[in-house]
């Protein structure tokens, strides 16, 4: 079946720095990839998807690149802010399906 | 104006009681959808439904079932509450398609004496 790894948290950096938190993925079909954020007290929310190998997707000073050949999708931003500290989910949806698969989730917390 | 909203927001239940957790969606999304999530697991998907009267297996489906009596309902029943199933649930709601974004409710916080 279709799995998620994803970088265990909790993770924690000082505001202005940089962050990555890998995403690997194992599908045997030729998946939409997707980063989604979940805020303390809240459901997760999409921060952004990408249907299509080597293409980028961003929001939020967030961006992850689909690599087919790697099969990651890695999500980083240049310098994290307070307002980052979340839990973030890596999350695949097979090609003409759309069950969603996610990863065990990173928490992020962002000290001032 | 959540589009969608899950109720009751917190519960207490007994084990062998029986509990139903309630979701309502204004997105006018045809399909719908229940995870659990709990620590070192994520997000995992219980049932889903297409639309009114149609509901699915997810892929952890044992202990509960699902109702879907019209476009913007859709319930998850525990018949007999175990405290394996002390999780908080979430609900979801989408078009289809496997571009799919999914709308997720606030959750509900499950708790089995």
């Known amino acids: 079946g279709d799995s998620v790894t994803q970088t265990e948290g909790p993770v924690t950096l000082s505001e202005g720095t940089s962050l990555t938190v890998n995403c690997s993925y194992e599908t045997k079909q030729y998946p939409t990839l997707f980063w989604y954020v979940q805020y303390p007290g809240e459901g997760p929310q999409l921060l952004f998807k990408?249907?299509?190998?080597?293409e980028k997707g961003s929001n939020r000073g967030f961006e992850a690149t689909y690599n087919k050949e790697a099969t990651s999708f890695h999500l980083q931003k240049a310098s994290v802010q307070e307002s980052d500290s979340a839990v973030y989910y890596c999350?695949?949806?097979?090609?003409?399906?759309?069950?969603?698969?996610f990863g065990t989730g990173t928490s992020l917390l962002v000290d001032p | 104006e959540a589009a969608v909203t899950q109720s009751p927001r917190n519960k207490v239940a007994v084990t062998g009681g029986k509990v139903t957790l309630s979701c309502n969606q204004t997105n006018n999304h045809n399909n719908m959808y229940w995870y659990r999530q709990d620590t070192g697991h994520g997000l995992r998907l219980i049932h889903y439904?297409?639309?009114?009267?149609?509901?699915e297996k997810g892929d952890i489906p044992d202990g509960y079932k699902a109702s879907r009596p019209s476009q913007e309902n859709f319930s998850l029943i525990l018949e007999l509450a175990t405290p394996s199933q002390t999780s908080v649930y979430f609900c979801a709601s989408g078009e289809g398609g496997n571009q799919d974004t999914q709308y997720f409710g606030p959750g509900t916080r499950l708790l089995v004496l």
């Open positions: 999350a695949l949806s097979p090609y003409m399906g759309y069950k969603l698969t």
């Open positions: 439904s297409y639309g009114a009267g149609s509901t």
């Open positions: 990408v249907p299509k190998a080597n």
